[in-house]
């Protein structure tokens, strides 16, 4: 159980573009994702906190406007890369917390999207 | 806000030996969480172990075992009887206490496991 999901797992795409990729909890519902870009050989930075129903929460840098996250089921949330130019390209992970946890969530990770901007 | 360090960037390990990776963190909270992840080629980020702050005791998963210093803010990582398997990068994190809450990475160990 807990499986999460990311599609694409790969895509490339034009500079000026915009790329939509796909985060599900295939078995369970998620109340909050996260989104997470990686460069290589890096840690995971966390870009935003994806809320089932309202407003992203977004990290001190990452611009809302060209980072657009929805959360519209308790099973997706989406993350579009808007007018995306070569420095966008990087991998991008998701997680997703299982609920119930009375002090605390585990967050089960998708096998990430990997972006190149041309 | 939370840090969380990891001063190996690199380490190798023999098959069958016994390796331990090093994290510090830094934090103002009381009640948290530390764990390890291990990222393998594949880029899937598995869980390996959990620890709770409140717990004295360090937790063990198999050949998996932390060592957990909460006055010292270290949190270190021991794999018994490497596996070629276990290559992969290992990243630290922290989670303060909350059902919300999100993870603050270190910056990786990349683990080398050589026959």
């Known amino acids: 159980g807990a499986v999460v999901s990311q599609h694409p797992s790969r895509v490339i795409c034009k500079s000026g573009t915009s790329v939509k990729i796909e985060c599900r909890s295939l078995d369970f519902q998620a109340t909050t994702m996260f989104w997470y870009r990686q460069f290589p050989k890096k840690s995971l930075m966390l870009m935003a906190t994806?809320?089932?129903?309202?407003?992203?929460?977004?990290e001190q840098g990452v611009e809302k406007d060209k980072f657009l996250i929805n959360h519209a089921s308790l099973t997706l949330s989406t993350l579009t890369v808007t007018s995306a130019h070569p420095e966008d390209s990087s991998f991008y992970i998701c997680?997703?917390?299982?609920?119930?946890?009375?002090?605390?969530?585990?967050?089960?990770f998708g096998p990430g999207t990997r972006l190149t901007v041309l | 806000a939370q840090t969380v360090t990891q001063s190996q960037p690199e380490m190798s390990v023999q098959e069958a030996e016994t390796v331990t990776l090093s994290c510090t963190y830094d934090?103002?909270?009381?009640?948290?969480?530390l764990f390890w992840y291990k990222q393998p080629p594949s880029r899937q980020m598995i869980l390996v172990i959990r620890?709770?702050?409140?717990?004295?005791q360090n937790a063990t998963e198999n050949r998996f075992s932390v060592n957990f210093q909460k006055a010292a803010k270290s949190f270190s990582l021991k794999i018994s009887d490497s596996q070629l398997g276990d290559t992969a990068m290992y990243f630290c994190a922290f989670m303060k206490q909350g059902t919300a809450s999100k993870l603050t990475f270190g910056t990786g160990t990349r683990l080398q496991v050589t026959l």
């Open positions: 620890q709770e702050a409140y717990k004295q």
């Open positions: 934090t103002s909270e009381n009640n948290y969480y």
């Open positions: 994806s809320n089932e129903g309202s407003k992203a929460t977004y």
């Open positions: 997680s997703a917390n299982l609920g119930g946890g009375p002090t605390y969530n585990e967050q089960f």
